[in-house]
């Protein structure tokens, strides 16, 4: 699982320098502004389905039973249960797909739609750049089953490689489809196609096509044969949509939650959109690196311990990871939010009053780094013991809480307040997950001394950085990255206990 997760962890590190380095490119040509806001708001919608569909949803209730297949009856089970998986997202996909492009003016001028409070060119401009991400979703309701098919036979190498080419093919379209000029790089004038934001949008389609080809080897490494049936009477097949469903209300209910957002957001002025959009990414960043990572690494293991009825495994593996993740994020929480400031400034040159909206919602967003890492085990400890239902429920109490949150700190936190009600929701959720899991597992929760060296870590490494900021003022990228490293040195020592459990999950 160590090797699984450094393995995993290395690919991420590839991965979000290159979407950070996208995120520059765009930000640059577009700014904060109103035509990022519609790039931004159009893809809700298409991310909604692909969660559901062929995402998180599906792959969750999938890999738990793709390993138990194929622990008992091999990999020819395991790939015809997969087959008939696959078969009827891809058919319930493309009906879906269609409904949308018909039916898109309405769904993002409607007051309960996606953007009611922007102007009706820019909502126009929505509806057809969220027509043209339904192409990419088609691809993703292939290739994101490949993930799991390949995930559920232990394989984590060419499913970690996909999004670094999903990325590549992003930048492609930001550096060479969307400029009016050929942008100079490393000396070289790159060729433009003067397609503007419209070619943000194909250069999305050019990532899902590049992650459906890097994942194929892997099918015929592990022996895949591909069934035209849907096996509507496998008990399998039903099982995977019996546990589908809980799930898919769950991360229905994420997704709406940032739908909910944007049409709060849509009513505040222009850039308040493209500013949680990228408080969010930056949040993200850590939180894929430290979490993500160990979680996808750990739900096959998670799912063959339970399957072997090994409890204390369990709970052991559980309980290392959640320390573990502690002693990352927090820090990480603290140490992001004394710097962002001037990272954002220098990164994307979004000005003054640009970088200082970004900030805000970074900070909001980063308030809740430690509950997002949680829930990354958490659920998919839930999802190894083939339970949906727990996670559903904390999903539901934390979509209620952001809507109430959400609505109220709108007005007077503006962005920064969608990003607290956003962490606080999620916060919520991953302790409700939590005491849950503590009825079955009542050891789980053993942080020993590692609440307090982690939190005597933070504020060390907060000073430290606050400290290289007063002795180094300029406030540019070096600034904050010597900053940041400071304060990361300093709470190194603090941390060494945790970091030696990477070794021992």
């Avoid at 931004?40 to 991310?47: E, G, I, S, T, V």
């Avoid at 890999?63 to 790939?79: F, K």
């Avoid at 015929?220 to 949509?241: E, N």
Wanted: charged share 10%; aromatic share 8%; proline share 5%.
């Amino acid at each position: 699982m160590a090797r699984a997760s450094l393995l995993i962890a290395t690919l991420f590190a590839i991965d979000k320098p290159l979407d950070l380095l996208r995120q520059v490119v765009v930000g640059r040509q577009f700014g904060v502004g109103a035509e990022l806001d519609a790039f931004h708001a159009a893809n809700n919608l298409p991310d909604l389905m692909r969660a559901l569909i062929t995402g998180g949803a599906l792959a969750l209730a999938l890999i738990p039973v793709l390993a138990d297949v194929r622990e008992r009856h091999g990999r020819p089970a395991l790939w015809l249960l997969f087959s008939r998986v696959a078969n009827l997202a891809f058919t319930v996909t493309a009906v879906l797909t269609v409904a949308v492009a018909l039916a898109a003016e309405t769904l993002v001028a409607a007051p309960w739609g996606i953007a009611p409070g922007f102007p009706a060119e820019r909502q126009q401009l929505v509806a057809d750049l969220m027509r043209l991400n339904l192409v990419a979703l088609l691809l993703f309701s292939v290739s994101g089953l490949l993930t799991s098919g390949l995930q559920a036979n232990q394989h984590f190498f060419l499913p970690a490689l996909a999004p670094v080419v999903y990325d590549l093919g992003q930048i492609f379209g930001a550096l060479v489809l969307a400029p009016t000029s050929g942008l100079v790089v490393a000396g070289l004038r790159l060729p433009a196609f003067g397609l503007g934001v419209h070619g943000l949008v194909d250069g999305v389609i050019v990532g899902a096509a590049l992650h459906l080809l890097v994942q194929l080897p892997g099918l015929a490494r592990f022996g895949f044969r591909w069934s035209p049936a849907f096996g509507w009477r496998d008990p399998r097949l039903r099982q995977v949509l019996t546990l589908m469903l809980p799930r898919l209300l769950t991360i229905g209910a994420f997704q709406a939650m940032f739908l909910v957002q944007d049409n709060l957001a849509s009513r505040l002025p222009a850039g308040a959109v493209t500013a949680l959009t990228y408080g969010w990414l930056i949040m993200q960043f850590p939180e894929t690196l430290i979490a993500t990572a160990l979680g996808t690494a750990l739900l096959p293991t998670l799912s063959e311990l339970f399957a072997r009825r090994d409890a204390a495994a369990f709970a052991d593996s559980v309980a290392r990871a959640l320390r573990l993740l502690l002693a990352l994020a927090l820090p990480a929480a603290v140490l992001l939010a004394v710097t962002v400031e001037p990272l954002v400034s220098s990164l994307f040159a979004f000005g003054e009053a640009g970088s200082a909206l970004v900030a805000a919602a970074t900070r909001g967003f980063l308030i809740g780094l430690v509950g997002h890492a949680w829930l990354e085990v958490l659920a998919r400890a839930w999802f190894a013991r083939l339970q949906a239902s727990p996670p559903l429920a904390g999903r539901a109490v934390g979509f209620i809480t952001f809507l109430g949150l959400g609505a109220a700190l709108v007005a007077p936190l503006g962005v920064f307040g969608l990003a607290l009600a956003n962490s606080i929701a999620f916060t919520g959720e991953a302790l409700i997950l939590l005491l849950l899991l503590r009825r079955h597992y009542p050891g789980i929760v053993r942080l020993g001394r590692t609440g307090g060296r982690v939190l005597a870590g933070s504020v060390a490494a907060v000073a430290a950085a606050v400290l290289t900021s007063w002795l180094v003022p300029g406030g540019g990228l070096l600034d904050a990255a010597a900053a940041a490293a400071a304060g990361a040195l300093v709470c190194l020592p603090f941390l060494i206990p945790e970091l030696r459990l990477l070794a021992s999950l």
